[in-house]
């Protein structure tokens, strides 16, 4: 099966599809940028299911590079898939934690059993990922990943990301 890979710029919270990734911070408690939009749009819901995941599982918060699904509340979705991505540095490769970012999930994606799939760019807000070496690891890694779902759909919030996640598909 062959996965489709599409583009599209604007607001993720407005996307109809099975799962949002969302670029957590590891508290999963909501917070700027788009964690921020997803946990506004999305209710009460998502922020009771994500304490409910600090309570059991994550005590210490969910770890740079993993994915937990909870639900999408009042979003056009049936799931967010919370993700926490590395912030840059200069002086460390970490590229490897955001490229897992991406895998975990779409792990979790086809654990659900999610068909399409809508991602930000991660790391590239206030973690201060470049974003032509974002949309490199996020494009490359979700080509390279065996997944079920059908529909890979990368939501990048001004022209500026559109672009350099352009240059990367194609």
Do not use: K
């Not at 490229?99 to 930000?120: K, Q, T």
């Not at 990943?145 to 939501?155: D, H, K």
């Amino acid at each position: 099966m062959s996965t489709t890979l599409t583009l599209v710029q604007g607001d993720i919270t407005r996307l109809r599809v099975d799962a949002l990734v969302n670029a957590a911070n590891s508290s999963l408690l909501g917070g700027g940028g788009v964690d921020g939009a997803i946990h506004r749009r999305g209710g009460p819901e998502i922020l009771a299911a994500c304490r409910a995941l600090r309570a059991s599982r994550y005590g210490e918060g969910l770890p740079t590079g993993h994915a937990v699904a909870t639900t999408a509340g009042r979003l056009d979705a049936r799931w967010v898939i919370h993700t926490v991505g590395p912030v840059f540095s200069a002086d460390e490769d970490r590229s490897h934690l955001l490229a897992s970012c991406h895998r975990e999930a779409l792990r979790v994606a086809d654990e659900l059993g999610a068909r399409s799939v809508a991602f930000p760019a991660i790391s590239t807000g206030v973690y201060g990922w470049p974003l032509d070496d974002a949309a490199r690891i996020a494009v490359d890694t979700v080509r390279a990943t065996s997944t079920e779902v059908e529909e890979i759909i990368f939501v990048l919030f001004d022209e500026r990301a559109h672009e350099a996640f352009a240059a990367r598909v194609g």
